[in-house]
T-cell receptor, first 113, second 112 residues
Framework: GAVVSQHPSRVICKSGTSVKIECRSL??????MFWYRQFPKQSLMLMATSNEGSKATYEQGVEKDKFLINHASLTLSTLTVTSAHPEDSSFYIC?????????FGPGTRLLVL | DQQVKQNSPSLSVQEGRISILNCDYT??????FLWYKKYPAEGPTFLISISSIKDKNEDGRFTVFLNKSAKHLSLHIVPSQPGDSAVYFC???????????FGTGTRLKVLA
């Protein structure tokens, strides 16, 4: 139980385009999901907390207009990287809250050319 | 300011021996702690957690110890297996908020 999926697993896009990443809780409902970013050999940095039916809460330094989050249902949250630039290239990971624990998706590798 | 620290970036252990991974935190208000295991290009996998009302929690080969006065927790893996080779992250949280602060990770290598 407590399986989280992410799609796509890898995406390459041109600079200036937008990319949408989906995060789904497959066998449980999650009112709260989280979006993280991980740079090589670094820790997971929380970007935002996504709450079903309400606006996401962004961490300090994360541009909400750049990283659009939508949590329209209890099993799906999406992260859209708008007008992506090479510095947005990273590994993006979502997690979904189930009871007291966050369960993570497999991550999405984004490469912006 | 790093609130959760894992001072050892890497650790090598012989198969069958004990692996001890350490984690320190600065905020005494954290009351829920977790360990995750992560393989390259994958999301972290939950291993074990501990609430601040306990000082030890055990699950199979994995035991987490919490020393609140020292603001220190550790993960013991006994016996270590080659499949345990991965990066291990500790995380701290305020229970009820579910917002985790992750350490920088320790890469464990279990040698066959």
């Amino acid at each position: 139980g407590a399986v989280v999926s992410q799609h796509p697993s890898r995406v390459i896009c041109k600079s200036g385009t937008s990319v949408k990443i989906e995060c789904r809780s497959l066998d449980f409902q999650a009112t709260t999901m989280f979006w993280y970013r991980q740079f090589p050999k670094q820790s997971l940095m929380l970007m935002a907390t996504s709450n079903e039916g309400s606006k996401a809460t962004y961490e300090q330094g994360v541009e909400k207009d750049k990283f659009l989050i939508n949590h329209a249902s209890l099993t799906l949250s999406t992260l859209t990287v708008t007008s992506a630039h090479p510095e947005d290239s990273s590994f993006y990971i979502c997690s979904a809250q189930h009871q007291e624990t966050q369960y993570f998706g497999p991550g999405t590798r984004l490469l912006v050319l | 300011d790093q609130q959760v620290k894992q001072n050892s970036p890497s650790l090598s252990v012989q198969e069958g021996r004990i692996s001890i991974l350490n984690c320190d935190y600065t905020n005494s208000m954290f009351d829920y702690f977790l360990w995750y295991k992560k393989y390259p290009a994958e999301g972290p996998t939950f291993l074990i957690s501990i609430s601040s009302i306990k000082d030890k929690n055990e699950d199979g080969r994995f035991t987490v110890f919490l020393n609140k006065s020292a603001k220190h927790l550790s993960l013991h893996i006994v016996p270590s297996q080659p499949g345990d080779s991965a990066v291990y992250f500790c995380a701290a949280a305020f229970s009820g908020t579910y917002k985790y602060i992750f350490g920088t990770g320790t890469r464990l290598k279990v040698l066959a």
